[in-house]
């Protein structure tokens, strides 16, 4: 079990959760939350998904250049900074996924105001309108 | 209860998809093809030390465009929908506490001052225009519930915002004429790599993102501080105490 994996588990944990909070709630807020709990879990997955074992962050600075000459010196050839760095592309994609989960949040939130203005209420079964 | 139990199953059949997922997932030994060039060339061809920020704003600097886009709609269906159609007089707040005021008037200029840091050095420490928006907005957060009355202008915020999206797609669009294509960072000199006067045109980038996303985060922020909730807003559905 690497951090990998476990960052993987936990991130599948994350959603179980938020589903379960998004199925069984009935309070309007909670679902918001539940759905941000989902996100942060599918956040948790993409990051896991790009870590490698015993790597380090993707920025080049002084430390890693040091640790870059250090493995070279060790190979006895030139190393690669790719070789000591975790995968940066998914730590990228999940600056997206972040931003659009906050709009997303925000939305819900504003359609949770305007319903509660309407009826006054936070209970989703004071909502039937489109039940059937 | 029948739908209690429906959920139930669903989880657990979820879970279970889950459990085989994480079973059979191997963890990568080496950087795939796509990765292991930003690692390779990402230092010569943005000059960018950090990496994230160099796919972030150079190579997938449209797919940015379009998350600053989604933000900016979301901002513009929110005043939609939250618009006040009618003033419904004063509201009135109880007065924060003494620590809240305090910890705000010795804090907030800090924590502005620690998002302009994080977006101005995106390009070199962790961080970026995004985080740095975020911290800024945190700290507004922070402002508003010291005074939930507070009068945040948001024509300023809208004049920053717009201003700074279009100097943002102005400088993308320099791109193409000077350099390589839409939104590359090398229309200005690369400079010396790791100092902060490097990375091209990437660090004014992200701080007009930073900008961008901040007066964002905080317009967003205003519209849900407008929402004013009328007289005995305490929903008489919900019963106290239970747990819905």
Known sequence: MNFGSLALGLGFLLILIGFWGLLTQKNLIKIVIGFSVVDTGVHIIMVGIGYLQGRTAPILDAALMQRTAAAGNQAGASADVGSLIVDPVPQALVLTAIVIGLGITALLLAYVVRLHEQRQSLDISSYEDLKW | ?244
Do not use: C, W
């Open chain 2, 1 to 244: 209860m029948i739908k209690k139990i429906f959920a139930f199953l669903l989880l657990i059949a979820l879970a279970g998809v889950f459990l085989v997922v994480l079973q059979n997932y191997e963890t990568p030994e080496e950087l795939n093809l796509t990765a292991a060039y930003y690692a390779e060339h990402g230092a010569e061809e943005v000059g960018a030390a950090n990496l994230v920020s160099a796919i972030v704003v150079t190579y997938r600097g449209l797919d940015t465009l379009g998350e600053v886009t989604i933000l900016f709609l979301t901002a513009s269906i929110l005043s939609f929908f939250l618009k006040q159609r009618e003033e419904r007089g004063k509201r009135s707040v109880r007065a924060s506490s003494e620590l809240l005021r305090t910890a705000s008037a010795v804090l907030v200029p800090f924590i502005f001052l620690l998002g302009a840091y994080v977006f101005i050095n995106g390009h070199l420490s962790p961080g970026g225009g995004f985080q740095g928006g975020a911290i800024i907005a945190s700290g507004l957060v922070l402002l508003l519930l010291t005074d939930p009355l507070r009068k945040v202008s948001s024509r300023l915020l809208a004049r920053v915002e717009s201003a700074s999206g279009f100097i943002y797609v102005g400088l993308g669009i320099a791109g193409i004429f000077l350099a390589g294509g839409f939104l590359d960072s090398r229309v200005l000199p690369a400079g010396t790599f790791g100092t902060l006067l490097s990375a091209g045109l990437l660090p004014i980038l992200y701080i007009l993102i930073g900008l961008k996303v901040g007066t964002e985060l905080s317009g967003l922020l205003t519209r849900f501080q407008e929402v004013q909730v009328p007289d005995g807003g305490d929903s008489p559905d919900l019963k106290k105490g239970e747990n819905v």
